[in-house]
């Protein structure tokens, strides 16, 4: 069975700090997908990034970055120098070989950003 | 464009009441899927169709009734409402795999159910 646990069910930050969301996830493919979806307070789902198994280069995008270590089966999100706008709650989701509707989300963790 | 839209985005029903949700995406995509975001639990899949013509259950779809009549529209059909439907439903749609990249799922903007 395909797992996605997000520890942290909320995080207080103050503006300009860097913060690291933390994701695991569990599964028995050896070909599969990881997502980070942002959701902010309007409640729409925003996709983010997407890596598959294979490809354990971390990426930088701006002021985000994910961390991607097969070995920890973890794919971690850090903000650097938060901002206010930054405050939402973000979903780490895992597809296998099974195809997409195989999307397993994790619970999420709300990140608030206070000025 | 519009990517998915869901409607109606707000709703009360009474116990044993019936109502559809509406999905509808303009990208051209095979697969659609339907979520129940609860608090504390993430979103869970309540059913999914990989093409026209074709639904199947996810992981909580007890209670609840798909039809994808045309590719671009994914209903679903509470038949008799509970109060444990309540909840806030999503609508995403992707394409069909490709090669080594796993699908993007889009999201609508979400179905807010309040079922007394």
């Known amino acids: 069975a395909q797992k996605v646990t997000q520890a942290q069910t909320e995080i207080s930050v103050v503006e300009k700090e860097d913060v690291t969301l933390d994701c695991v996830y569990e599964?028995?493919?050896?070909?599969?997908?990881l997502f980070w979806y942002k959701q902010p307070p309007s409640g729409e789902l925003v996709f983010l990034i997407r890596?598959?198994?294979?490809?354990?280069q971390n990426e930088i995008s701006g002021r985000y970055s994910w961390n991607f270590q097969k070995s920890t089966s973890s794919f971690n999100f850090t903000i650097t120098a938060s901002q206010v706008v930054d405050s939402a709650v973000y979903f780490c989701?895992?597809?296998?070989?099974?195809?997409?509707?195989?999307?397993?989300f994790g619970k999420g963790t709300k990140l608030t950003v206070n000025p | 464009n519009a990517g998915v839209t869901q409607t109606p985005k707000f709703r009360v029903l009474k116990t044993g009441q019936s109502m559809t949700l509406l999905c509808a995406q303009d990208?051209?995509?095979?697969?659609m899927y339907w979520y129940r975001q609860d608090p504390g639990m993430g979103l869970r899949l309540i059913h999914y169709?990989?093409?026209?013509?074709?639904?199947a259950k996810g992981e909580v779809p007890d209670g609840y009734n798909v039809s994808r009549l045309k590719k671009q529209n994914f209903l679903l059909g509470l038949e008799s409402a509970a109060p444990s439907q309540t909840s806030v439903y999503f609508c995403?749609?992707?394409?069909?795999?490709?090669?080594?990249?796993?699908?993007?799922?889009?999201f609508g903007a979400g179905t807010r159910l309040s079922v007394l």
């Open positions: 989701a895992l597809s296998g070989q099974g195809g997409s509707e195989k999307l397993v």
């Open positions: 990208m051209n995509h095979e697969y």
């Open positions: 169709s990989v093409g026209e013509g074709t639904t």
């Open positions: 995403a749609s992707s394409y069909r795999r490709q090669g080594a990249l796993g699908d993007i799922q889009y």
């Open positions: 599964t028995r493919d050896t070909t599969y997908y």
């Open positions: 890596r598959n198994s294979f490809d354990e």
